[in-house]
T-cell receptor
Framework: QKEVEQDPGPLSVPEGAIVSLNCTYSNSAFQYFMWYRQYSRKGPELLMYTYSSGNKEDGRFTAQVDKSSKYISLFIRDSQPSDSATYLCAMSPNILTGGGNKLTFGTGTQLKVEL | DGGITQSPKYLFRKEGQNVTLSCEQNLNHDAMYWYRQDPGQGLRLIYY???????QKGDIAEGYSVSREKKESFPLTVTSAQKNPTAFYLCASSMRRDGFYEQYFGPGTRLTVT
């Protein structure tokens, strides 16, 4: 079983829809949870990150972490065609408590927002 | 402009040939990484280096080699021993951000071996 599981999609939604992207994980040591966005034929870039449980909002994007269920989500409101990309979750232990400098990535979910 | 450059963007080789992928960063980051990305498999770590003249194997190091002679540069050699070398290769560097290391990625090199 992989440490991080993510549905690869593809996920196709109409413009303006609310999108929910999810990952599950098995390693209780993970404390930081990231979402990277990767456009076609480009490198991933960090979209947002969350520490431990809770929600974090940035414009149309909301990241949510439920550590008790080992489940993280990224919500995109009012989705736009420019949001079409692959979204990868990534996780890391806290370096202050012994975590290293490697990230564990999900496989990525391919999202297409159609006009 | 700070960032990571990878060259070339597309690379074609014949089976049995070694090939070296370039990765340069001017972000002054200590750590650098190489990943391979295949459809449906996400990012798989090949090698990483935390400091000059030191590097460690990742999850899929067989058939690959690296060097880290300069802080700015972390080239990856795909050897003829790598059974399935055709893939998208991503280089990254990282800096500490709060309690984790944020990774910054280059634009990638798509290698095709026939």
């Amino acid at each position: 079983q992989k440490e991080v599981e993510q549905d690869p999609g593809p996920l196709s939604v109409p413009e303006g829809a609310i999108v929910s992207l999810n990952c599950t994980y098995s390693n209780s040591a993970f404390q930081y949870f990231m979402w990277y966005r990767q456009y076609s034929r480009k490198g991933p870039e960090l979209l947002m990150y969350t520490y431990s449980s809770g929600n974090k909002e940035d414009g149309r994007f909301t990241a949510q972490v439920d550590k008790s269920s080992k489940y993280i989500s990224l919500f995109i409101r009012d989705s736009q065609p420019s949001d079409s990309a692959t979204y990868l979750c990534a996780m890391s232990p806290n370096i202050l408590t012994g975590g290293g400098n490697k990230l564990t990535f999900g496989t990525g979910t391919q999202l297409k927002v159609e006009l | 402009d700070g960032g990571i450059t990878q060259s070339p963007k597309y690379l074609f080789r014949k089976e049995g040939q070694n090939v070296t992928l370039s990765c340069e960063q001017n972000l002054n980051h200590d750590a650098m990484y190489w990943y391979r990305q295949d459809p449906g498999q996400g990012l798989r770590l090949i090698y990483y280096s935390q400091i000059v003249n030191d590097f460690q194997k990742g999850d899929i190091a067989e058939g690959y080699s690296v060097s880290r002679e300069k802080k700015e540069s972390f080239p990856l050699t795909v050897t003829s021993a790598q059974k399935n070398p055709t893939a998208f290769y991503l280089c990254a560097s990282s800096m500490r951000r709060d309690g984790f290391y944020e990774q910054y990625f280059g634009p990638g090199t798509r290698l095709t071996v026939t």
